[in-house]
């Protein structure tokens, strides 16, 4: 936990509810207009034989039951990283062409800080590309134009509550974990985001879930997504906390190939009898871009909170909420 000295909200919490309905209103305006997607609905539980659930890290433990009427185990969604893919073939969409959804998920295996809860809200969204898309030169620009929508949407909350501060730039920063383990090879991984994230302020960090030159992984994620080397996340530097704070993960989503390397790396090809995996496999399913943004994240660093409990309603620990209350956070 982070405890800012002399901390105090910017805006009472009545002003709060307001500002997160301007905060969500104008971003998700702006990034559908940006990436040209559309909104659709989406499912808070999916069946586990479909193999659909994101495996994020691939050791979190879903929350799963059993139904009355029918047989087999649902799962509460973790994200909906390959579920979007599959409504993108479903529904027809052509390359150029999008979705984005409010997902609500429970990942019952986070730890409650100033940045994590075990209720997750993000803008989901995925949208169809062209084989010859599928290089980082188009996944940054991708990126620079998620960020050009922050970027205006922070423009628009402030005029419309000019007790906030919050600066951000357009211009971001591109680095790849390998490039970071070389600039810094002592540091842990962590540290290093903190690094670049202080020195740049807007970074989109590449290359995430395989190992480096070390041996080690930058950070964990699920083989059966994005292809590590044509993913990140984007993080920027929160003064507010004095730390890097990620605001997006995402990527060029696997195709055939990448897909079985990477679940041969991992020790897990079972996952190729999969629903979802055989129509990647066999190149059913179209090739996509997407990712997950997150909106009390989003609200926390537009509205310069210091916990994300200011800005969501969750469960936190009892000696949390008594310490928060202590340094003037309090949380909803």
């Not at 879903?62 to 599959?86: C, Y």
């Not at 909170?305 to 309090?330: F, L, S």
Request: charged letters at 30%; proline letters at 3%; aromatic letters at 8%.
């Amino acid at each position: 936990m982070i405890y800012p000295k002399d901390y105090q909200s910017k805006l009472s919490q009545r002003e709060t509810q307001y500002a997160i309905k301007t905060v969500k209103d104008t971003f998700q305006k702006k990034l559908s207009e940006a990436l040209n997607l559309d909104r659709i609905t989406a499912p808070i539980m999916v069946t586990k034989q479909s193999g659909i659930n994101d495996d994020l890290n691939g050791v979190e433990r879903k929350v799963h039951f059993t139904m009355k009427n029918i047989d087999g185990e649902a799962e509460v969604v973790q994200s909906l990283a390959k579920w979007k893919r599959m409504a993108l073939y479903r529904y027809g969409y052509q390359p150029d062409e999008g979705i984005y959804t409010d997902m609500n998920a429970i990942r019952r295996d986070d730890e409650c800080d100033n940045l994590h809860s075990l209720f997750v809200d993000q803008w989901d969204w995925c949208r169809v590309i062209s084989k010859e898309e599928r290089q980082v030169e188009f996944l940054k620009e991708i990126v620079k134009k998620i960020v050009k929508a922050i970027v205006e949407t922070n423009e628009v909350t402030k005029e419309k509550y000019p007790v906030l501060s919050f600066e951000m730039s357009e211009d971001v920063h591109f680095i790849t974990t390998q490039e970071m383990e070389d600039r810094y090879p002592s540091l842990t991984p962590k540290e290093r985001e903190d690094a670049v994230a202080k020195e740049y302020k807007t970074v989109f960090i590449q290359q995430i879930g395989g190992a480096l030159k070390s041996g080690k992984k930058h950070d964990g994620r699920a083989p059966d997504y994005d292809d590590w080397s044509l993913n990140g996340d984007i993080f920027v530097w929160n003064d507010t906390l004095g730390c890097a704070f990620e605001i997006s993960s995402m990527g060029i989503r696997v195709d055939a190939e990448s897909l079985h390397r990477q679940l041969e790396i991992e020790g897990c090809l079972e996952r190729e009898e999969f629903p979802f995996h055989k129509m990647i496999l066999d190149e059913t399913l179209p090739l996509t871009i997407g990712g997950g943004i997150g909106q009390s994240r989003l609200c926390m660093l537009l509205l310069q909170k210091a916990h994300i409990g200011e800005v969501q309603c969750a469960i936190w620990p009892d000696e949390m909420r008594a310490e928060c209350a202590e340094h003037n956070i309090i949380l909803l």
